[in-house]
């Protein structure tokens, strides 16, 4: 039985089928599955804040803890305005998926404020921040719940969480965030993790079918820390990107971009890739920005937000590989589309883990008031990748299973098995 009063919306109802279908695979019974899937904790919040103007507003913020049984509580807030009840529990989901399926010894979170921060001054985001930290703080902490960055917040929003919390306690704590700022104990390496860690899936998926990165002809949607990240990294192994696309449109070149200077060209003003006097614009406009996928291109990274690629997109997508940079990128009916076609997707809560993976390492230095060098930690996140990429093939092939059931299957035995351990309460 589920505990919706009303439909939920699309890719929550994807991952809780998901996990269904993984539950049945692993013939767990109907109260465990269900058990698993049921949030353990949803917070709704209130966010009043002063506007520089002095007048009032008030934005609505959550902060879902999906679940804690291997760990704390792990995952990013969003700030974007489609942030919802329901996707945030969904993206929770994924992060228990994804902490389980990487083996790292954490469960799964997803915070949000429905706000475009993008419409904030600086004041006013640090506001929302400190209030929403505030409004959540009692179920917070290095032992509990710890947030990142997502879509729309950075270091420095994770700066004002650690500031936040710690004038709460008492003391400086930065364990309970990870993605900060490098003088407040951040980890070498975190901004680039996600993108390194979807070049490796990449890389992997190539080479297990019998081919390489170099020359590869790569399209991405998203310009922001995944995607530039990806862009830039593919691009050092010899790959084509021959087009990129963000909120402002389609850049392409048969030739491959010049990723260097498009990387200049953003961090020095280009509000977006179309401004960037880069390649050639194909297309204009956000709603034009997944016609990138249309582009000929042998690997399609997705970075951008969920449910990108629907039946549309998936029927014009060119690749023959799809790595899913963002979270749920893929509508299931462009999954099932793609499948048929024989289109190789490497899923999300596998192929973005690099970014949690590098969390996961921040903590670690954190509880040991230690800071690695960036090889290192480039290292740990690169090979982590590389050990559960081949679990996850291995299982795939030995089960006939896609990439995505594979994982999900792996994600909910890790789960299920912790809960089977620890016994039920009372
Ligand atoms: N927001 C990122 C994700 O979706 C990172 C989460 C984290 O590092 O806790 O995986």
């Given at each position: 039985?589920?505990?919706?009063?009303?439909?939920?919306?699309?890719?929550?109802?994807?991952?809780?089928?998901?996990?269904?279908?993984?539950?049945?695979?692993?013939?767990?019974?109907?109260?465990?599955?269900?058990?698993?899937?049921?949030?353990?904790?949803?917070?709704?919040?209130?966010?009043?804040?002063?506007?520089?103007?002095?007048?009032?507003?008030?934005?609505?913020?959550?902060?879902?803890?999906?679940?804690?049984?291997?760990?704390?509580?792990?995952?990013?807030?969003?700030?974007?305005?489609?942030?919802?009840?329901?996707?945030?529990?969904?993206?929770?989901?994924?992060?228990?998926?994804?902490?389980?399926?990487?083996?790292?010894?954490?469960?799964?979170?997803?915070?949000?404020?429905?706000?475009?921060?993008?419409?904030?001054?600086?004041?006013?985001?640090?506001?929302?921040?400190?209030?929403?930290?505030?409004?959540?703080?009692?179920?917070?902490?290095?032992?509990?719940?710890?947030?990142?960055?997502?879509?729309?917040?950075?270091?420095?929003?994770?700066?004002?969480?650690?500031?936040?919390?710690?004038?709460?306690?008492?003391?400086?704590?930065?364990?309970?965030?990870?993605?900060?700022?490098?003088?407040?104990?951040?980890?070498?390496?975190?901004?680039?993790?996600?993108?390194?860690?979807?070049?490796?899936?990449?890389?992997?998926?190539?080479?297990?079918?019998?081919?390489?990165?170099?020359?590869?002809?790569?399209?991405?949607?998203?310009?922001?820390?995944?995607?530039?990240?990806?862009?830039?990294?593919?691009?050092?192994?010899?790959?084509?990107?021959?087009?990129?696309?963000?909120?402002?449109?389609?850049?392409?070149?048969?030739?491959?971009?010049?990723?260097?200077?498009?990387?200049?060209?953003?961090?020095?003003?280009?509000?977006?890739?179309?401004?960037?006097?880069?390649g050639e614009v194909v297309a204009r406009g956000v709603q034009n920005s997944t016609k990138v996928f249309s582009l000929p291109s042998d690997i399609a990274m997705p970075c951008a937000l969920g449910g990108a690629i629907d039946k549309d997109e998936a029927t014009a997508l060119a690749a023959k590989y799809i790595i899913e940079g963002a979270n749920g990128p893929l509508t299931p009916a462009a999954d099932e589309l793609l499948n048929d076609r024989g289109v190789i997707v490497v899923p999300d809560i596998y192929a973005n883990a690099g970014g949690?993976?590098?969390?996961?390492?921040?903590?670690?230095?954190?509880?040991?008031?230690?800071?690695?060098?960036?090889?290192?930690?480039?290292?740990?996140?690169?090979?982590?990748?590389?050990?559960?990429?081949?679990?996850?093939?291995?299982?795939?092939?030995?089960?006939?299973?896609?990439?995505?059931?594979?994982?999900?299957?792996?994600?909910?035995?890790?789960?299920?098995?912790?809960?089977?351990?620890?016994?039920?309460?009372?």
């Amino acid at each position: 039985m589920t505990t919706h009063d009303h439909a939920p919306d699309k890719s929550l109802e994807s991952i809780e089928y998901r996990m269904r279908e993984a539950g049945r695979w692993l013939k767990l019974e109907d109260g465990v599955i269900e058990t698993l899937i049921a949030p353990r904790r949803v917070l709704e919040v209130s966010i009043p804040i002063r506007r520089d103007d002095g007048t009032r507003v008030r934005f609505t913020g959550w902060r879902v803890q999906h679940n804690i049984t291997r760990g704390p509580a792990k995952g990013g807030i969003r700030y974007h305005p489609s942030v919802n009840r329901d996707e945030t529990v969904s993206l929770a989901v994924a992060m228990s998926l994804k902490t389980a399926l990487m083996n790292l010894p954490l469960g799964g979170a997803k915070g949000g404020v429905a706000v475009d921060p993008k419409l904030l001054s600086e004041h006013e985001l640090e506001r929302v921040t400190r209030r929403y930290v505030s409004e959540i703080f009692a179920f917070l902490g290095p032992d509990k719940d710890v947030p990142a960055p997502d879509v729309g917040t950075n270091a420095q929003v994770m700066a004002w969480v650690m500031d936040q919390y710690s004038i709460g306690i008492g003391h400086a704590v930065p364990g309970v965030v990870t993605g900060k700022p490098l003088a407040l104990g951040g980890s070498l390496g975190r901004d680039s993790a996600t993108g390194r860690g979807v070049v490796e899936a990449a890389s992997l998926v190539c080479q297990a079918n019998g081919t390489s990165l170099e020359g590869k002809r790569i399209v991405i949607q998203g310009f922001g820390n995944v995607g530039m990240w990806a862009a830039r990294l593919a691009a050092g192994w010899g790959a084509k990107i021959v087009g990129v696309s963000d909120v402002g449109g389609v850049i392409a070149s048969e030739k491959g971009l010049d990723v260097q200077a498009l990387v200049r060209a953003t961090q020095s003003g280009a509000t977006s890739v179309v401004d960037a006097g880069i390649g050639e614009v194909v297309a204009r406009g956000v709603q034009n920005s997944t016609k990138v996928f249309s582009l000929p291109s042998d690997i399609a990274m997705p970075c951008a937000l969920g449910g990108a690629i629907d039946k549309d997109e998936a029927t014009a997508l060119a690749a023959k590989y799809i790595i899913e940079g963002a979270n749920g990128p893929l509508t299931p009916a462009a999954d099932e589309l793609l499948n048929d076609r024989g289109v190789i997707v490497v899923p999300d809560i596998y192929a973005n883990a690099g970014g949690v993976t590098c969390s996961y390492l921040e903590q670690c230095q954190n509880y040991a008031h230690l800071q690695w060098d960036e090889d290192e930690v480039n290292a740990s996140v690169v090979n982590t990748m590389r050990a559960v990429f081949k679990r996850l093939h291995t299982f795939s092939q030995e089960n006939g299973l896609t990439y995505r059931a594979a994982a999900s299957v792996l994600g909910v035995k890790a789960l299920a098995d912790a809960h089977q351990l620890r016994g039920l309460h009372p």
